[in-house]
C-alpha cells in the first residue's frame, strides 16, 4: 500500500456540491486513517499545474475534461466511483442531464422558441452546459444566427441567477446542480421553467491518482461502495443514493457526442463565441 502524508483533493464542480465533496474526502480520510485536503480548482483541469505535476490524489472532476485530459495525459487518472442520485428521473443509473432553464415568465415554451434570445453558460468544456446544447443545435439544422447574444457566466449558479435576474434569457444546467440549488434557495423554483431536458449523460465521477497503487485504490473504492452511517448521511442530504463502479472508458461516448465533424464544431462555436 502507497503511504500518504495527506490524502489531497480538488473539485473542478459546482461550489453547491462542495460541502458533500467535503464529507466524501474526509470520509475515506477517516477509513485510510489519513488528514485529508480538498480545495476548488482554480483552473481549468487542462491547465492547473497541480494536477499537470500529478500532485493531486483524488479528483471531482466533468466527465467531458477528464476524457480530454486523458487523451493528452493517459497514464495519470483512472476513475474510482461515481454517483447514482435519488431521483427516479435518474433510473438508478449514474447519469444526469442537462436541463435548459427559462424565466417562468418568459413566453418561452419549447427549444425552438430561444431563437433570438440571449443564452449564457457557464464554460465552453462543460458537457451539460455548453456541448450538450451545442450538439443540439447541429443535429436540428438551426442556423447559425440561432441565438441572438451568448455570454459566458463562470458557473452554473451564476448562469441560473442571470436567468432569473433577466440577464439571460436562457441557460442549460446541470441537472443536479439545479436540484442541489433548488433544494437550498427552494424560493427560485417559483422564477424558473425548464423548456427542455437534454441528455442523459454519465454524471461526473471520482478519480484517482494511478500512482497510489492497486491495493490503495480498491480500498478507496470498497469504502465507497460501503459508506458508513456518517457518510450515508451526507448522501441523503445531498440526493445520493450510492456510489457505483465506473470505468473511464464509459465517459468516451461525451468525446463521441463532441466528435462532430470539424466544419459543424466550427459552426456552432462560432454561434457561442463570434456573436458574443
Given at each position: 500500500?502507497?503511504?500518504?502524508?495527506?490524502?489531497?483533493?480538488?473539485?473542478?464542480?459546482?461550489?453547491?456540491?462542495?460541502?458533500?465533496?467535503?464529507?466524501?474526502?474526509?470520509?475515506?480520510?477517516?477509513?485510510?486513517?489519513?488528514?485529508?485536503?480538498?480545495?476548488?480548482?482554480?483552473?481549468?483541469?487542462?491547465?492547473?499545474?497541480?494536477?499537470?505535476?500529478?500532485?493531486?490524489?483524488?479528483?471531482?472532476?466533468?466527465?467531458?475534461?477528464?476524457?480530454?485530459?486523458?487523451?493528452?495525459?493517459?497514464?495519470?487518472?483512472?476513475?474510482?466511483?461515481?454517483?447514482?442520485?435519488?431521483?427516479?428521473?435518474?433510473?438508478?443509473?449514474?447519469?444526469?442531464?442537462?436541463?435548459?432553464?427559462?424565466?417562468?415568465?418568459?413566453?418561452i415554451r419549447a427549444f425552438?422558441?430561444?431563437?433570438?434570445?440571449?443564452?449564457?453558460?457557464?464554460?465552453?468544456?462543460?458537457?451539460?452546459?455548453?456541448?450538450?446544447?451545442?450538439?443540439?443545435?447541429?443535429?436540428?439544422?438551426?442556423?447559425?444566427?440561432?441565438?441572438?447574444?451568448?455570454?459566458?457566466?463562470?458557473?452554473?449558479?451564476?448562469?441560473?441567477?442571470?436567468?432569473?435576474?433577466?440577464?439571460?434569457?436562457?441557460?442549460?444546467?446541470?441537472?443536479?446542480?439545479?436540484?442541489?440549488?433548488?433544494?437550498?434557495?427552494?424560493?427560485?423554483?417559483?422564477?424558473?421553467?425548464?423548456?427542455?431536458?437534454?441528455?442523459?449523460?454519465?454524471?461526473?465521477?471520482?478519480?484517482?491518482?494511478?500512482?497510489?497503487?492497486?491495493?490503495?485504490?480498491?480500498?478507496?473504492?470498497?469504502?465507497?461502495?460501503?459508506?458508513?452511517?456518517?457518510?450515508?448521511r451526507a448522501m441523503e442530504?445531498?440526493?445520493?443514493?450510492?456510489?457505483?463502479?465506473?470505468?473511464?472508458?464509459?465517459?468516451?461516448?461525451?468525446?463521441?457526442?463532441?466528435?462532430?465533424?470539424?466544419?459543424?464544431?466550427?459552426?456552432?462555436?462560432l454561434i457561442f463565441h463570434?456573436?458574443?
Amino acid at each position: 500500500m502507497t503511504i500518504l502524508p495527506k490524502l489531497r483533493a480538488v473539485s473542478y464542480l459546482a461550489p453547491n456540491y462542495f460541502g458533500f465533496y467535503q464529507e466524501t474526502t474526509a470520509y475515506l480520510g477517516r477509513v485510510l486513517g489519513l488528514e485529508t485536503q480538498l480545495h476548488q480548482g482554480e483552473y481549468d483541469p487542462l491547465e492547473d499545474p497541480l494536477l499537470l505535476q500529478d500532485q493531486i490524489d483524488l479528483v471531482f472532476i466533468c466527465g467531458l475534461p477528464l476524457i480530454r485530459y486523458c487523451q493528452v495525459i493517459s497514464d495519470q487518472l483512472q476513475t474510482l466511483v461515481a454517483p447514482v442520485m435519488q431521483l427516479s428521473r435518474y433510473y438508478n443509473r449514474p447519469i444526469y442531464f442537462a436541463d435548459v432553464i427559462v424565466n417562468a415568465n418568459s413566453d418561452i415554451r419549447a427549444f425552438a422558441d430561444l431563437a433570438g434570445r440571449i443564452f449564457c453558460y457557464n464554460d465552453s468544456d462543460s458537457n451539460s452546459g455548453y456541448n450538450l446544447l451545442r450538439n443540439q443545435l447541429v443535429q436540428q439544422r438551426y442556423p447559425l444566427n440561432f441565438f441572438g447574444k451568448t455570454i459566458q457566466s463562470g458557473s452554473h449558479q451564476c448562469s441560473i441567477r442571470w436567468v432569473v435576474e433577466g440577464l439571460a434569457d436562457c441557460a442549460a444546467i446541470d441537472s443536479v446542480v439545479l436540484e442541489q440549488e433548488l433544494r437550498d434557495f427552494p424560493e427560485l423554483s417559483q422564477h424558473l421553467r425548464v423548456v427542455e431536458v437534454l441528455g442523459p449523460s454519465p454524471i461526473p465521477p471520482l478519480v484517482v491518482a494511478q500512482r497510489l497503487g492497486v491495493s490503495l485504490i480498491r480500498q478507496m473504492q470498497s469504502a465507497l461502495l460501503q459508506p458508513d452511517v456518517e457518510l450515508q448521511r451526507a448522501m441523503e442530504r445531498a440526493g445520493v443514493k450510492r456510489f457505483t463502479t465506473v470505468e473511464l472508458e464509459d465517459y468516451t461516448v461525451l468525446v463521441k457526442s463532441d466528435g462532430l465533424k470539424y466544419s459543424d464544431r466550427q459552426k456552432t462555436d462560432l454561434i457561442f463565441h463570434h456573436i458574443n
